[in-house]
């Protein structure tokens, strides 16, 4: 049996619930409210307030599409340049 002259403190406990994103749903609860307010089916008081949330991912994902693409295309290029080059060689 152990004496214990001071008391340990207890380990801190917390409550964590973990939040979740979904940007598909996100992109089409904004879309729908998009669509309310084209129509007129939405509330007329609320003024139609742009979301800048997901746009600059959007740009920067586009962006780097585009750069993957033109990368692609200019290994594309010497690939077949110098695929030329080898049987114009092979053949002379």
Do not use: W
């Not at 003024?47 to 586009?62: D, N, T």
Request: hydrophobic share 40%; with cysteine; aromatic share 14%.
């Amino acid at each position: 049996m152990r004496v214990v002259f001071f008391k340990t403190p207890k380990p801190k406990q917390f409550k964590y619930t973990p939040i979740f994103y979904n940007p598909e749903k996100e992109a089409l609860k904004e879309r729908e409210q998009q669509l309310k307010q084209e129509l007129g089916l939405g509330d007329a008081e609320t003024p139609r307030v742009s979301l800048i949330k997901g746009q600059f991912r959007r740009h920067y994902e586009a962006k780097v599409k585009g750069r993957a693409k033109t990368k692609s295309n200019f290994r594309l290029i010497l690939i077949f340049i110098a695929l030329c080059l080898l049987a114009y060689y092979m053949l002379n």
